[in-house]
Structures are given as structure tokens and as C-alpha cells.
């Protein structure tokens, strides 16, 4: 049973009952309502937070893989633009210096593409990189069998040709070469002798007295000299490779070719030695073009692998004291 208000009137005297205000009900079941709602809101934050289902466990981990993954991704397809743009400049230099012809792949547009970009990008921004980024590989790819055959079919080598390659002067001149028995390069460098600084036309290859020099490459003996004077080259030969290309092998200790005999590349010519002015036994070899001294490094490529000659040529460039 309901209970019964009364209230006391001044005027009349009297009490008298209390009527229900429609306003003050009102606000009461408002109160009541906002009060419920946020007692559901708050239970079901804490449940989400601290009462998760086996299946939101999951899907929680699945989304922080994701986001590792998707950054991990915008990296590689960062570096992956950057190493096409690289070998996409290399192919255009390789075609005008070896093949003195610009590359005739079109270039792929620019995609303008940043690590910062894709990580804002959502999954359809997303896609649309990797797509161009595969496109662009395929253009390369097309581009790249297309020289292939063109200039597959521009450097056949005939007899001709093959007897002047077997002629340059590419061959190691030292059996066992090492890329450390370079211990002084072409360029200025120290005189061992009078300690200035002077122009070294060739490079010291140290190695131990009798260790056989090979000859660089196919050619002629044009020239061999003896000499007992502790100065100059000593004992020394020249061999002529046609084409304007000539090289010489000095300090020699012995000298087992005659001038006017051919040789092949690979053949003994002689010795290590340290005749004439020489402060170590070393070949001292160089390479003529011309008539011109050419730096050797730039011929000494035959049975090197890529790290190694980039080894050869920072050894070549330390500007030390030679040994002759």
C-alpha cells in the first residue's frame, strides 16, 4: 500500500494531502535511467578489459601482428622502389659504357614513395603500391630480356675478336694471386730512396725470390734487358699485346724468354727478384697503352671475385712507400 503524505497549511489550517507532481516523477525516472545506463557502460568497459573471451584473446594478438607486420612490409617496400631505382640506373650506365647505347627501357614513374606513406595507407592505398610495385618489376624484367637479346646478338665474338680478347693484358702476373701482395699502387707516392715524392708508373706485387710471373695475356717478347746496376728496372721484359697495349716486368731475378718469342697467357716469363733499384724482392708491373703508363689495377680482373678486386683497388690507392 502506497503510503500518504500530508502538508500543513498556514492558510487554512489544515492538512492537507499531497498531490504527485508529474516533474519531480519525471526527474526521478530520468535519475534512475542515467544511473542504470552508466552503472551498464561502466561493467561493460571493465568486462572488455579484464574479461576477455578466448576468441578476443586471438583476435587482440592477430591485430598487434598485423601492425608489426604491416610496418615490417612499408620497409621492404620502401628499399625494394629504392634498389629498382638502383638497378635501374645501372642498367642505363652499364648499356652507354659497355654497350655505347642508352638503355632503351622506359623509365617507371615515380612512384614518390616514403615509409611514412604506406604506414598511414589503408589496405586498398596498400594494395595499389604493391601492385605498381610489381609492375614496375615486370617492366624491368621485359626490359631487361629485351637487351639481352639485342645485345646478345651485337657481341658475338669471332675469331678475330676472340684472338684480340686473349690478348689484353687481363691475367693475374703472379701464380696464387692475393690481394694483399699489392703493396704499392700507380700514382704519387714515397721514393724508398731519396724519401720525395715522385710518380709510381706501375704497382709492387711482393712475393718471394724465384716465384715465377706469369704473362698477362697472348702477345710477343718486344723487349728484354739484363743490367748489374743497382738502379732502374734490373733485369727486366716487355711484352708487346698488339692494339697499342704493352707490359713490362721488372726486378726480375731470372729471365727465361727471348725477344721475338710468343707467349700465352699463363706462361712463365722469368722470376721475383730485386735487381736493380728495388729495396725487397716484388715484381714491379706495369701496363702501357700508347706508349702512355695506364693504371694496372684497371686490367688485373681475371679469377678475382667482386669483393676482392674492390679490395685491390682501396690497397691500390694508399699512397705509401714503393719499393722500387
Known sequence: MARIRFRYNPNTLKYERVGIRVGALLFTLFSYVAIGFLFFVGLLLLQNKFLNSDEEKALRAENRALAQHHQQLASTLVRAHRQLDELKSQ??????????????????????????????????????????LTGTVRQLLEGARYLNEIHGQQARVGK????????????????????????????????????????????????????????AGHGVVALVRQSDLVAGFGNYVEIDHGRGLLTRYAHLDEVRVRPGQKVKKG??????????????????????????????????????????????????????????
Open 91 to 132: 642498367e642505363q650506365t652499364l648499356a652507354s659504357r659497355i654497350f655505347e647505347s642508352p638503355a632503351s627501357v622506359p623509365a617507371p614513374p615515380a612512384m614518390g614513395m616514403s615509409r611514412d606513406v604506406i604506414l598511414m595507407a589503408d589496405a586498398s592505398e596498400y594494395d595499389r603500391h604493391t601492385e605498381a
Open 160 to 215: 678475330k675478336e676472340m684472338a684480340e680478347v686473349t690478348a689484353l693484358p687481363t691475367g693475374l702476373p703472379l701464380p696464387h694471386f692475393d690481394v694483399t701482395m699489392m703493396v704499392s699502387g700507380y700514382g704519387n707516392r714515397i721514393n724508398p730512396f731519396h724519401k720525395g715524392m715522385y710518380h709510381h708508373d706501375g704497382v709492387d706485387l711482393r712475393a718471394p725470390r724465384g716465384t715465377p710471373v706469369l704473362t
Open 267 to 324: 706462361d712463365p716469363l722469368g722470376t721475383v727478384g730485386m735487381s736493380g733499384g728495388s729495396t725487397a724482392p716484388h715484381l714491379h708491373y706495369e701496363v702501357l697503352k700508347d706508349g702512355k703508363n695506364q693504371n694496372p689495377v684497371w686490367y688485373l680482373v681475371e679469377g678475382l671475385t667482386a669483393d676482392a678486386y674492390a679490395t685491390l683497388v682501396q690497397l691500390s690507392k694508399k699512397e705509401n712507400q714503393s719499393f722500387d
